[in-house]
T-cell receptor
């Protein structure tokens, strides 16, 4: 089974509007972390936001927030007030425990295009 | 500046010619890892290392080797590259049991 599923291969959003990028995950480890990364056309991986499995509140970082629904195993990224510079590939990733090698497991990604 | 440095950024090579992609971090991280990125598949782990002289296979290790002789360096070796290893490669590092991963800038490899 896929550990990280991003069901939206591509999304369009109008500039200044909010957009939600979906991510569902699958793990039996009670301790895990969820990440979102942005990859612009230049190729580098830019860390956006992190949510720990024991965190009581949803993570926020500026215009980015993570809608964490633990029972549903979803960790959707919400970008408020979209900007043209937000056009990029977005990856959801999960870290399981150190015993699992501390590795990040990535989803296939969602390409976001912001329209002016 | 805390960073992970990969070299080269771009490489075109021919089938069968051994190559090494270097990775170095200056943050004293125990954990280092290599990923490859292919369209529609996201990033997949090739090899990882939990500390010096401790390495293990990730999800797609075939055709690759690694070594970890020093804490800061984690080179990726392709002994006999093939066209199906054409990909974008990332090195990443982190502290044990911590959640911040630092990625290198990526190496775009083309094997013809």
């Amino acid at each position: 089974a896929q550990k990280i599923t991003q069901t939206q291969p591509g999304m369009f959003v109008q500039e200044k509007e909010a957009v939600t990028l979906d991510c569902t995950y699958d793990t039996s480890d009670p301790s895990y972390g969820l990440f979102w990364y942005k990859q612009p056309s230049s190729g580098e991986m830019i860390f956006l936001i992190y949510q720990g499995s024991y965190d009581q509140q949803n993570a926020t970082e500026g215009r980015y927030s993570l809608n964490f629904q633990k029972a549903r195993k979803s960790a959707n990224l919400v970008i408020s007030a979209s900007q043209l510079g937000d056009s990029a590939m977005y990856f959801c990733a999960m870290r399981e425990g150190w015993e699992s090698g501390n590795k990040l497991v990535f989803g296939a990604g969602t390409i976001l295009r912001v329209k002016s | 500046e805390a960073q992970v440095t990969q070299n080269p950024r771009y490489l075109i090579t021919v089938t069968g010619k051994k190559l090494t992609v270097t990775c170095s971090q200056n943050m004293n991280h125990e954990y280092m890892s290599w990923y490859r990125q292919d369209p529609g598949l996201g990033l997949r782990q090739i090899y990882y290392s939990m500390n010096v002289e401790v390495t293990d296979k990730g999800d797609v290790p075939e055709g690759y080797k690694v070594s970890r002789k020093e804490k800061r360096n984690f080179p990726l070796i392709l002994e006999s590259p093939s066209p199906n290893q054409t990909s974008l490669y990332f090195c990443a590092s982190s502290l044990r049991d911590r959640d911040g991963y630092t990625f290198g800038s990526g190496t775009r490899l083309t094997v013809v």
